[in-house]
């Protein structure tokens, strides 16, 4: 294998793997530990609680998603700098590094800012409009996730 397979190779298993974490974070560890009543034969953990665990779970994964957007920053600055470049291939970027920098530089920690102020913080309208921003935020992310995936592959077999 060449050494440019090798390099896209191995971007297309980073992205790949991202996005299989995006989609196990929200769809598996969200529903399992915001039902956590419906699992546990005593239900240990109110909604309150169950939200901290989750809010721990975003802040370690913000770690990988920074390493993301400096993976992808990166991959696709070279390949516009060498002449290799398609457009739809840098929408998908731009929309992934977006999401991504939204999510693990102001939607997580505002969160959690929110959680340390109590349980009435996480009643307000304030923490509801972050939170449902944030999981549209995180739907944006999968979906650009695989759009970069898919446009990439395509073009490793151009």
Do not use: C
Not at 116 to 130: C, D
């Amino acid at each position: 294998m060449k050494k440019k397979q090798i390099i896209i190779t191995l971007y297309l298993l980073l992205i790949a793997s991202t996005l299989g974490a995006v989609l196990t974070l929200g769809i598996l560890n969200a529903a399992v530990i915001f039902n956590s009543e419906y699992i546990l034969p005593i239900p240990y953990l109110d909604h309150y609680n169950e939200g901290i665990l989750m809010g721990e779970i975003f802040r370690r994964f913000s770690y990988w998603i920074y390493f993301m957007i400096l993976v992808i920053a990166i991959f696709e600055a070279y390949e516009y700098k060498m002449m290799r470049r398609d457009r739809y291939a840098i929408i998908a970027a731009f929309i992934t590094l977006s999401t991504m920098a939204l999510f693990a530089a102001i939607y997580t920690p505002k969160i959690l800012e929110l959680q340390q102020q109590g349980v009435e913080a996480t009643l307000s309208s304030e923490f509801a409009s972050l939170h449902s921003a944030s999981e549209l935020d995180f739907k944006i992310l999968a979906v650009a996730l695989i759009a970069l995936f898919v446009r990439r592959m395509m073009l490793m077999f151009r």
